[in-house]
T-cell receptor, first 114, second 118 residues
Framework: DGGITQSPKYLFRKEGQNVTLSCEQNLNHDAMYWYRQDPGQGLRLIYYSQIVNDFQKGDIAEGYSVSREKKESFPLTVTSAQKNPTAFYLC?????????????FGPGTRLTVL | AQKITQTQPGMFVQEKEAVTLDCTYDTSDPSYGLFWYKQPSSGEMIFLIYQGSYDQQNATEGRYSLNFQKARKSANLVISASQLGDSAMYFCAMREAVNSGGYQKVTFGTGTKLQVIP
C-alpha cells in the first residue's frame, strides 16, 4: 500500500541530545514537508523540499536540520539548539504534477524532552 | 498578518444538525488552493476537501461542502448531518507559490475543535 511512514511513534530525548525523526514515502511524490504541532495549536512549517538534494527553511527552522538524499526519504534532526523541542511532528508529501493534489500526512512522531 | 484565520476555537453541534466552520485567508497570489483537514485525537491529519482559486463551483465531498466566497476571502466548511465521529479538530489551510521557481508552501490555521453532542 502507498503511504507515508514515520518512526518512531514516540521518542524521548534528554536535554542536549540530537535526535533524528524518520519520514519515508512510497507515493513517488517530489515534495516533502515537516511540520511541528504544539498542544491546541495548528501546524507550523519547519522545512520543505521540492526535489532531491534541495530544501528550504520554513517558518520555524531554527534548531532543526534536514537532508533529502533520496526522493523517498526526508529525515528531520532536532538538535540541542532547539530550546523547546517537545511537540508532535508531522511529515507530509505532495505530488508536484497536479496542482490540486493535497498533502498526504504520516501518522506523526511525539517527541518529549526529559 | 495572519495568512489563515480560524476565529472559532471551539464549536458544539447537535447530532444530525449542520455546522459551519469559518476560515478567512489572505494572499496576493492569484493562483492558490484551499484545503480542510480533520485531526482526530489520534493525531492523524485527514484530508476532507479542496477548492482551487479558479474553481467556479463550490467544492463538495459527501457531507462536506466548502462555501467559497473569493471576494470576501473566505472558505468556510459546512458539515451536514453531523455524526458523533465528526468530533475532532478541523484545520483550514492554503497553498500558494513562494517564488517563481515553482516552490509551493502550505499555511495552516490554528484550528477549530468541534464537539458533536448526542
Amino acid at each position: 500500500d502507498g503511504g507515508i511512514t514515520q518512526s518512531p511513534k514516540y521518542l524521548f530525548r534528554k536535554e542536549g541530545q540530537n535526535v533524528t525523526l524518520s519520514c519515508e514515502q512510497n507515493l513517488n511524490h517530489d515534495a516533502m514537508y515537516w511540520y511541528r504541532q504544539d498542544p491546541g495549536q495548528g501546524l507550523r512549517l519547519i522545512y520543505y523540499s521540492q526535489i532531491v538534494n534541495d530544501f528550504q527553511k520554513g517558518d520555524i527552522a531554527e534548531g532543526y536540520s534536514v537532508s533529502r538524499e533520496k526522493k523517498e526519504s526526508f529525515p528531520l534532526t532536532v538538535t540541542s539548539a532547539q530550546k523547546n523541542p517537545t511537540a508532535f511532528y508531522l511529515c507530509a508529501s505532495q505530488s508536484r504534477q497536479k496542482s490540486t493534489d493535497t498533502q498526504y500526512f504520516g501518522p506523526g512522531t511525539r517527541l518529549t524532552v526529559l | 498578518a495572519q495568512k489563515i484565520t480560524q476565529t472559532q476555537p471551539g464549536m458544539f453541534v447537535q447530532e444530525k444538525e449542520a455546522v459551519t466552520l469559518d476560515c478567512t485567508y489572505d494572499t496576493s497570489d492569484p493562483s492558490y488552493g484551499l484545503f480542510w483537514y480533520k485531526q482526530p485525537s489520534s493525531g492523524e491529519m485527514i484530508f476532507l476537501i479542496y477548492q482551487g482559486s479558479y474553481d467556479q463551483q463550490n467544492a463538495t465531498e459527501g457531507r462536506y461542502s466548502l462555501n467559497f466566497q473569493k471576494a470576501r476571502k473566505s472558505a468556510n466548511l459546512v458539515i451536514s448531518a453531523s455524526q458523533l465521529g465528526d468530533s475532532a479538530m478541523y484545520f483550514c489551510a492554503m497553498r500558494e507559490a513562494v517564488n517563481s521557481g515553482g516552490y509551493q508552501k502550505v499555511t495552516f490555521g490554528t484550528g477549530t475543535k468541534l464537539q458533536v453532542i448526542p
